[in-house]
């Protein structure tokens, strides 16, 4: 299986700036899309070969998944069940004979961490909690924008952003729960080094720059080790502030 995640940063913005392009080409199995921002008629988006499955916020022009497949599922499930946490269109599980495939967009802690509390107390324990079920039943890879850099190499700049939205202790201390779980993070199963990223501030220069942030993830059950055969960031990728990142299975 080869599979893609990008957060698109509004599907119709990428779709013009010729990221549609890109997806038809990568040749993925299955493609995680977060922050589409747009319902599936507003998108516009076909994908040969590919089932479209679409979990928009009830908010429009907000937030929003989705996921396209090859290989026909068995099941879909949307938002996590949690009535406090759903609605904004944040998740999407897709099960497969082997295998269950979760795209998620992280709730960003906000300025002035205003949304902190909710996603380190409510939204990161409920999001683990389900992972962690389903993993129960059969293996999980789960990807996309986790809106956080998990240590200091994952950000350009770590002692300025200390503290910042995506680099707070609370938020590191959740992605260190979700690999104590039994979950790998697929890049670093290749690439321990820095200086790899997958967004970047708008500012001018910044990307051309490199001075970046890694908060798009392939995390799989460890179990599925034996079957990763390769893992990528794709920084050359323009259509977003971020790129998309990739596995391969067996």
Request: net charge neutral; charged share 25%.
């Amino acid at each position: 299986m080869h599979l893609v995640s990008w957060n698109v940063n509004g599907i119709r913005a990428c779709l013009r700036k010729g990221g549609g392009e890109w997806l038809r080409a990568c040749g993925a199995d299955v493609i995680c899309l977060q922050e589409t921002r747009a319902s599936p008629e507003q998108a516009a988006l076909e994908l040969p070969g590919h089932t479209a499955w679409w979990n928009p916020a009830r908010q429009p022009g907000y937030s929003g998944v989705a996921v396209f497949t090859g290989p026909s599922p068995l099941d879909v499930a949307r938002d996590l069940g949690e009535p406090g946490l759903d609605g904004e269109g944040r998740v999407l599980t897709v099960e497969f004979p082997d295998l269950f495939v979760v795209t998620v967009y992280t709730p960003n802690a906000g300025r002035e961490l205003a949304r902190l509390a909710y996603r380190a107390d409510l939204w990161d324990p409920a999001f683990l909690a389900h992972v962690q079920a389903l993993d129960a039943r059969k293996p999980v890879v789960f990807c996309g924008d986790l809106n956080v850099a998990h240590r200091e190499i994952d950000l350009a700049n770590p002692r300025q952003n200390r503290g910042n939205a995506g680099f707070t202790d609370e938020e590191r201390a959740g992605f260190d729960r979700i690999l104590a779980a039994g979950f790998l993070d697929s890049f670093r199963e290749f690439e321990p080094a820095g200086g790899h990223y997958t967004w970047w501030s708008n500012r001018k220069g910044v990307r051309e720059k490199n001075v970046g942030w890694r908060i798009d993830y392939v995390l799989l059950s460890r179990r599925l080790r034996p079957r990763l055969l390769a893992a990528a960031i794709h920084p050359q990728v323009l259509g977003s502030d971020h790129c998309p990142v990739s596995i391969r299975l067996r």
